[in-house]
Nanobody, 118 residues
Framework: QVQLVESGGGLVQPGGSLRLSCAAS????????MGWYRQAPGKERELVVT???????NYADSVKGRFTISRDNAKNTVYLQMNSLKGEDTAVYYC????????????WGQGTQVTVSS
């Protein structure tokens, strides 16, 4: 059974920082592309950033230079360090695991709320 468990969300003031974690189980973690997506109220879910098994990254323009993704294959965990947070970063953040190769499968976490407000 695949599980992705996010943690680290919360309320932070503009300009502040948060670090999200996503612990994976039930998958061969090191071969999966991992990602963070977010969904703000009334909006579509959007890509934040992905990291491949070889640690290549793809960031949304809106977070480049402020967010950093990393992975620890020994701990089956992916992280999202978020700095210089803005109000528009407020959303539910979801962890994603995408299997490689033919017949790609996507797995999702339950989401963690990030609220940026003074």
């Amino acid at each position: 059974q695949v599980q992705l468990v996010e943690s680290g969300g919360g309320l932070v003031q503009p300009g502040g920082s948060l670090r999200l974690s996503c612990a994976a189980s039930g998958i061969y973690f090191k071969i999966y592309t991992m990602g963070w997506y977010r969904q703000a109220p009334g909006k579509e879910r959007e890509l934040v950033v992905t990291i491949t098994s070889s640690s290549s990254t793809n960031y949304a323009d809106s977070v480049k230079g402020r967010f950093t993704i990393s992975r620890d294959n020994a701990k089956n965990t992916v992280y999202l360090q978020m700095n210089s947070l803005k109000g528009e970063d407020t959303a539910v953040y979801y962890c994603n695991a995408r299997s490689p190769g033919f017949g790609t499968r996507d797995y999702w976490g339950q989401g963690t709320q990030v609220t940026v407000s003074s």
